[in-house]
């Protein structure tokens, strides 16, 4: 492995990642310690449109709502960039197509538990159709599909026969999963249980599921990382509210182990767990190993942050041993505020990306920084895409592609903040395992041995030649003879030529 990055964890750090988390975030609680980790629905950012602009007193509302917005994401943006640390969403540019939606705080609640952000599911209902009106799909698609080449991906795999749970709110049956959706099941059981884990209250799991597999629809830029999986929906929990609480249908460590459980028996390849908790509880430790145990890959979100979170602390399933963890990313490689540690494995897009909701509408997510729920469900699916291509390599496997074709600054290092960096889906399907990864050793192949430095040098042996004292006689011989006659050819040209006969007396 590479070296690691450590994770910056003095006071001035721990303040600066407070200070620039900037958005919505929900209290950080002392009861029950679960919470998912994307925005509540209602917080979803963006409004589409139904192929063309909206026109009229509507459209000037959104543009007046999208002004106010900016100008909000640019105050805090402000805010947050004076403070330092990573980044909060506020930062990103938000693209012309995709409004700024400003939650209203009426929408949230405080709760003891710190299941986060809280509020009423209702409430959430309601805000989707206000907010992102039912049926209204958004044609662009987004940084997200060209930072993980997607187009290509899909040439080579698209996750077909892929069985991903995914354990949520429930499921909603819309259009950009028909075809995808199978009967799941429901372990919470209360008051408005669906046995086929088909209803969705809050929204999330219905974005998380389109995320991973939504099939194209004319007039949506969305399309799942895996967009051939199938979706098995296992509803943990009904809603996050104080009644939800009171009625034990709110989501918790018990029933997100029960979840686990169920995508085993329902025969998933993948389970997609985008929430967490700080409580390291025995059931839910055990469900996941049970889960790894069966051949499952469990991909969870390392963990939003709230309020007063220490970011270091870490969050569970996400740390637990055999877990995938996804930290999140915005465009450009920028990391998102998080919990972070030495078990974070990757990160996924989690900032402005296109999800789809109950309602059937589309919308773009993660303005507020509640991004890793987001960013798990694309991983997931690109755990799929290497679940078709190579289902003999397993989840050991998968995870190697995975991180060893991470986009990262350094090939060679990890950070707590990101794991290995930006998930590269075509990447981690084209590589030839052959163990000269950079970074991450590989599961099947040995590393091969460097040479070695201190090797001493080639010494080459000469044999005696037995000639050599004939050999040099004859040379002084020679040079003897050819000396003597250069002398006789001196001598005879200073004498000059012998006069003629006749002339002597």
């Known amino acids: 492995m590479g070296r690691p990055v450590p994770h910056r964890a003095d006071a001035l750090g721990r303040r600066r990642r407070h200070a620039a988390r900037g958005g919505r975030r929900g209290r950080h609680a002392h009861g029950a310690a679960v919470r998912y980790d994307g925005e509540r629905v209602s917080g979803v950012v963006r409004r589409g449109r139904r192929g063309a602009s909206r026109r009229g007193a509507a459209g000037r509302a959104a543009a007046g709502r999208a002004a106010a917005g900016r100008a909000a994401a640019g105050r805090a943006a402000a805010g947050r960039a004076a403070a330092g640390g990573l980044l909060a969403v506020g930062l990103v540019a938000v693209p012309a197509w995709a409004p700024v939606w400003t939650p209203h705080s009426t929408h949230l609640t405080h709760s003891t538990h710190s299941w986060a952000p809280v509020g009423s599911a209702v409430a959430a209902t309601a805000n989707q159709d206000e907010e992102c009106p039912a049926g209204v799909l958004i044609p662009e698609r987004g940084w997200a599909p060209d930072a993980l080449a997607l187009d290509a991906a899909h040439r080579i795999a698209t996750g077909a026969g892929v069985r991903v749970a995914v354990i949520d709110s429930g499921v909603a049956p819309v259009a950009h999963l028909r075809g995808a959706l199978a009967i799941g099941t429901d372990v919470v059981g209360g008051e408005g249980a669906d046995a086929t884990g088909q209803t969705d209250l809050t929204g999330h799991g219905t974005v998380v599921a389109t995320m991973v597999a939504a099939r194209p629809l004319e007039g949506s830029g969305l399309v799942g990382v895996a967009p051939g999986a199938q979706i098995l929906p296992v509803r943990a929990w009904y809603a ?22 169920a995508a085993v028996a329902l025969g998933a390849d993948i389970a997609v767990v985008a929430a967490s908790t700080a409580e390291d509880a025995a059931d839910l430790r055990d469900a996941v190993a049970q889960a790894s145990a069966a051949g499952v890959l469990v ?5 939003n942050l709230a309020d007063d979170d220490d970011p ?3 969050r569970y399933p996400g740390a637990y041993p055999g877990v995938l963890a996804v930290a999140a990313m915005a465009d450009g490689l920028v990391p998102v505020a998080a919990h972070t540690g030495p078990h974070v494995a990757i990160a996924g897009p989690g900032a402005l990306v296109l999800g789809g909701l109950p309602n059937g509408a589309d919308c773009v997510l993660g303005a507020d920084g509640n991004a890793t729920s987001w960013a798990t469900a694309q991983v997931a699916g690109a755990a799929a895409l290497l679940a078709q291509a190579y289902p003999d390599e397993g989840p050991e496997g998968w ?3 995975l991180t060893a074709t991470a986009a990262r600054q350094d090939p060679d290092a990890r950070s707590d903040d990101v794991g290995w960096g930006l998930v590269q889906p075509l990447a981690a399907l084209t590589l030839v395992d052959d163990g000269t990864a950079r970074g991450v050793d590989s599961p099947a192949v040995a590393r091969p041995e460097p040479a070695a430095d201190d090797e001493p040098p080639l010494h080459v042996t000469v044999p005696p030649d037995t000639w050599l004292p004939a050999r040099q006689a004859v040379l002084w011989w020679s040079l003897a003879a050819a000396v003597a006659w250069a002398a006789v050819v001196l001598v005879g040209r200073r004498r000059g030529p012998a006069a003629p006969r006749a002339l002597r007396r």
């Not at 996050?240 to 459980?261: K, M, N, V």
């Open 240 to 261: 996050d509210d104080d009644a939800a609480q009171r009625d034990g249908t709110a989501p918790t460590p018990q029933s997100l182990a029960a979840g686990l459980r």
């Open 312 to 314: 270091t602390q870490p």
């Open 299 to 303: 991909v969870a979100s390392a963990g």
């Open 399 to 401: 995870v190697f592609r």
